[in-house]
């Protein structure tokens, strides 16, 4: 199987998912599936095929046991957004044990050393973003840092060790996989490259 043809067949198991995580109450992002396949390409695209197949067998074991990891995604990040709900439906959530936490945080911390980094290039770029950091999160717009350990954490420890070996992969060749992702996702808008992106942004802001 080709990566395309992973990176497909992984979001084709993550998108009833993904309409199932409030029931019958959809938000209007939960009908928009062309939507829901850019951003989702432009993260699956960047890992290495160990790390997809991995996923994939995640989803697939999910799905077979009745688990919806897209909304356990979304009771994660209901700590940080909403701990009084959170309080109420993390029952729902199997327990992390350390060794997930652990790698969960070895990845966070890289791409929070990326991410900063990369705002730091592309500033208008970022201020169309998420806030980085949950401590800056306001009228409940999730954080990146929210919503990147919320995802995380419904990974298996196998598929996080290896989602960690890959971003180190690539950083050790000088690629950052925050930027590779967040430049796949303005490309699927229509830009030739983040500068592009960036240009048309600042552009946009001026009075």
Not at 19 to 28: I, L, S, W
Not at 64 to 71: F, M, T
Not at 98 to 112: D, F, M, N, Q, V
Not at 177 to 184: D, I
Request: charged content about 35%; some cysteine; glycine content about 6%.
């Amino acid at each position: 199987m080709d990566k395309e043809t992973l990176v497909k067949s992984i979001i084709e198991l993550e998108w009833p998912m993904f309409r199932d995580v409030n029931g019958d109450e959809r938000a209007d992002c939960q009908e928009n599936e062309p939507m829901f396949v850019k951003m989702r390409s432009a993260q699956f695209s960047v890992w290495d095929e160990q790390t997809l197949l991995s996923y994939r067998d995640d989803l697939i074991a999910a799905k077979k046991a009745g688990r919806n990891l897209l909304r356990d995604k979304y009771i994660n990040m209901m700590a940080s957004t909403d701990p009084e709900l959170y309080a109420r439906m993390k029952r729902e959530l199997p327990e992390p044990g350390e060794k997930k936490l652990e790698l969960t945080e070895s990845i966070w911390r890289i791409l929070l050393r990326q991410t900063v980094l990369l705002r730091s290039r592309y500033p208008e770029v970022g201020r169309l973003g998420r806030p980085l950091l949950a401590s800056d999160e306001r009228d409940g717009w999730a954080s990146v840092e929210t919503y990147e350990k919320g995802e995380l954490l419904t990974y298996s420890e196998k598929t996080l060790a290896l989602l960690l070996q890959c971003i180190r992969g690539m950083e050790a060749e000088g690629v950052s996989f925050a930027e590779r992702v967040q430049e796949n996702g303005v490309m699927s808008e229509g830009y030739a490259s983040l500068e592009e992106a960036e240009r048309d942004a600042a552009r946009r802001r001026r009075p």
